[in-house]
């Protein structure tokens, strides 16, 4: 084989896999945005350029735009070098640091997860068992999520405050309530997954409800319910932050968030936003952990 096959053999496994999709997808997206840098922050510089009566090239233009202190959109590498100060240079428990505002977004996360989808679970059971439940609640379920989730949450901080309950409930509750959902109609879904076959094979064998339960529905349901489960971490994470823009005294990225705004630093604004994406994308990726340690448990061939 000559070196030149070897490499389209080598390009084309790459290109089957993960890797390399991915890689020229951000590269595309990281040249798109570095080119609508300079259209973005360009007509606030010719204005700075001309009230201090300073000539300028293209090229001074495009230095500027890179470099301005408060951007219409900065460059990625300003907010690189913005995580790498608030991230790492920080101390931890600086309010300025990222770190600090993140682990309280992930306590408000994870605890509305983890209620919102043992919540989820337990509605699917029952209306997977109750018909009447099925025909009754499921509407109400589906119609809770048309609800504007900005509109709900200050309703919801207010009436907990009310009754001076700690903020990370309020917190929690909203995560609670974007979370449940994806789970009770991924769990609905997947307990009504087994084939009406092997439903009427488990009546030949007597076996009880419950052991058709155990046995059959939540064997397949597990695929169904990791899925939503990823869905629900993400959605429970956008919960907390949008709680926390209601209630910014605690901290937390929808508190930097607010800040920035406030101050008009939109680089602050877009380095909590990238923090926050990749809080997401391990939250995804443990649960898909998780998926693929239960898989095999199974039996599953991963």
Same mark, same amino acid.
């Given at each position: 084989?000559?070196?030149?096959?070897?490499?389209?053999? *080598?390009?084309?496994? *790459?290109?089957?896999?993960?890797?390399?999709?991915?890689?020229? %997808? %951000?590269? #595309?997206?990281?040249?798109?945005? !570095?080119?609508?840098?300079?259209?973005?922050?360009? =007509?606030?510089?010719?204005?700075?350029?001309?009230?201090?009566?300073?000539?300028?090239?293209?090229?001074?233009?495009?230095?500027?735009?890179?470099?301005?202190?408060?951007?219409?959109?900065?460059?990625?590498?300003? #907010?690189?070098?913005?995580?790498?100060?608030?991230?790492?240079?920080?101390?931890?428990?600086?309010?300025?640091?990222?770190? !600090?505002?993140?682990?309280?977004?992930?306590?408000?996360? +994870?605890?509305?997860?983890?209620?919102? =989808?043992?919540?989820?679970? $337990?509605?699917? #059971? $029952?209306?997977?068992?109750?018909?009447?439940?099925?025909?009754?609640?499921?509407?109400?379920?589906?119609?809770?999520?048309?609800?504007? #989730?900005?509109?709900?949450?200050?309703?919801?901080?207010?009436?907990?405050?009310?009754?001076?309950?700690?903020?990370?409930?309020?917190?929690?509750?909203?995560?609670? !309530? +974007?979370?449940?959902?994806?789970?009770?109609?991924?769990? %609905?879904?997947? *307990?009504?997954?087994?084939?009406?076959?092997?439903?009427?094979?488990?009546?030949?064998?007597?076996?009880?409800?419950?052991?058709?339960?155990?046995?059959?529905? +939540?064997?397949?349901?597990?695929?169904? *319910?990791?899925?939503?489960?990823?869905?629900?971490?993400?959605? =429970?994470?956008?919960?907390?932050?949008?709680?926390?823009?209601?209630?910014?005294?605690?901290?937390?990225?929808?508190?930097?968030?607010?800040?920035?705004?406030? !101050?008009?630093?939109?680089?602050?604004?877009?380095?909590?936003?990238?923090?926050?994406? +990749?809080?997401?994308?391990?939250? %995804?990726?443990?649960?898909?952990?998780?998926?693929? $340690?239960?898989?095999?448990?199974?039996?599953?061939?991963?």
């Amino acid at each position: 084989m000559t070196d030149g096959a070897a490499r389209t053999n *080598l390009l084309q496994r *790459l290109w089957a896999g993960q890797t390399l999709p991915v890689i020229v %997808v %951000v590269a #595309i997206v990281l040249a798109f945005w !570095y080119a609508m840098v300079i259209p973005m922050n360009a =007509s606030r510089l010719r204005t700075t350029f001309e009230n201090n009566n300073q000539t300028y090239t293209f090229s001074d233009l495009v230095a500027a735009a890179f470099d301005m202190e408060k951007p219409n959109l900065p460059a990625p590498h300003q #907010i690189v070098a913005e995580m790498q100060k608030t991230i790492v240079d920080m101390p931890a428990t600086s309010k300025r640091s990222l770190v !600090y505002h993140g682990m309280i977004t992930l306590e408000s996360t +994870l605890t509305g997860f983890i209620i919102g =989808s043992l919540f989820g679970v $337990l509605l699917a #059971i $029952l209306i997977v068992h109750m018909k009447s439940l099925d025909r009754s609640l499921m509407p109400w379920i589906v119609m809770s999520q048309t609800i504007p #989730i900005l509109a709900l949450a200050p309703m919801i901080v207010v009436i907990f405050n009310q009754f001076d309950v700690p903020s990370i409930a309020a917190k929690a509750a909203i995560s609670a !309530y +974007l979370s449940f959902f994806p789970v009770t109609v991924g769990m %609905v879904k997947g *307990l009504r997954s087994p084939d009406p076959l092997q439903l009427d094979l488990m009546r030949t064998y007597s076996a009880s409800r419950w052991q058709t339960f155990f046995k059959l529905r +939540l064997p397949a349901s597990v695929p169904f *319910l990791f899925t939503s489960l990823k869905v629900a971490v993400a959605a =429970s994470l956008v919960g907390a932050i949008v709680a926390e823009m209601t209630k910014s005294e605690d901290g937390g990225f929808g508190a930097r968030l607010l800040a920035g705004s406030y !101050y008009g630093q939109t680089i602050q604004i877009w380095a909590a936003l990238m923090t926050a994406a +990749l809080c997401a994308c391990v939250l %995804v990726a443990l649960v898909g952990l998780a998926d693929s $340690l239960v898989a095999r448990r199974m039996g599953a061939a991963r």
